[in-house]
């Protein structure tokens, strides 16, 4: 799964938060000088975790289930689709319009039916991505304690876009806690 977890987006939103406001009620050279700032790339920790293997498979396993089920009501209401076709011309007006609003409902509960298939999916990522989401962010609490970092920032938005532009390869060395976070989790 490439997509950060929400508590990681509200950590960043946060974090920027209370860097500008440091930025604008301390001094420059004050919060450079006081303030440590890490950052960390939970995609990468994501990838490189194994369960995550097995919610991918689990992902994949509902979503081919539901995909069945919605291909299944889809091509019911097709066959009752051209049912209707093949008698609409025989058969009376009252029934023709009857038959109608019959097909107009099995097309709506077709529509809600994949929009639940969808929320349903999402529902599911979220229960079995939460406790993943959960360990990396305790890990990540727990290096950024012990190397009494103020802010953690993440790298990257959950769209893959770069959030950091530029890092030197010293300030990198010292405050990239990637690898230090995924030896906690011993990955």
């Known amino acids: 799964m490439k997509h950060p977890s929400i508590q ?23 919060v450079s000088q006081d303030m440590k700032v890490g950052f ?5 920790i994501l990838e490189r975790m194994p369960e ?5 498979q689990r992902l994949q396993n509902f979503a081919d289930r539901k995909r069945t089920e919605l291909i299944e009501a889809e091509t019911n ?26 097909l107009a409902e099995v097309s709506a509960e077709l529509q809600q039916l994949q929009a639940t298939a969808e929320q349903e999916l999402a529902q599911r990522r979220a229960e079995l991505m939460s406790p993943i989401l959960q360990q990396i962010q305790d ?19 959950s769209t893959g876009d770069v959030i950091i532009l530029y890092v030197s390869e010293e300030v990198r060395q010292q405050n990239d806690i990637t690898e230090a976070v995924m030896a906690r989790l011993e990955i």
């Open 8 to 30: 990681t987006i509200k950590l960043f939103i946060f974090s920027v938060s209370v860097l500008f406001a440091g930025v604008l009620f301390t001094p420059t050279q004050a």
């Open 40 to 44: 960390v790339e939970p995609r990468i």
């Open 52 to 56: 995550m293997r097995a919610v991918q």
């Open 77 to 102: 209401f097709q066959q009752q689709l051209q049912s209707y076709q093949e008698r609409a011309s025989v058969m009376s007006q009252t029934a023709r319009t009857t038959e109608e609003e019959r």
């Open 139 to 157: 890990a990540i609490d727990a290096v950024a304690g012990e190397k009494r970092l103020d802010i953690v920032l993440n790298t990257t938005t």
